[in-house]
């Protein structure tokens, strides 16, 4: 049991990482610019 404790706490401090990385790097204003632009493409603006 303390194992997958440990394990569960694990994957959720190098999951916080990743997202903290992205965040800091500017990930969502690329996210947010392609999703922009699929959205236009797929009704015939962009």
């Known amino acids: 049991m ?3 404790v ?3 706490a694990a ?3 190098i ?4 997202i903290a990385i ?3 790097i500017g990930e969502p204003s690329d ?3 392609k999703a922009t ?3 236009m493409e ?5």
């Open 31 to 33: 996210v947010f610019s």
């Open 6 to 8: 440990l394990f569960s």
């Open 42 to 46: 797929c009704i015939g603006i962009g």
């Open 15 to 18: 999951a916080a990482a990743f």
């Open 22 to 24: 992205g965040i800091w």
């Open 2 to 4: 303390k194992r997958n």
């Open 11 to 13: 994957v959720l401090a």
């Open 37 to 39: 632009m699929i959205c």
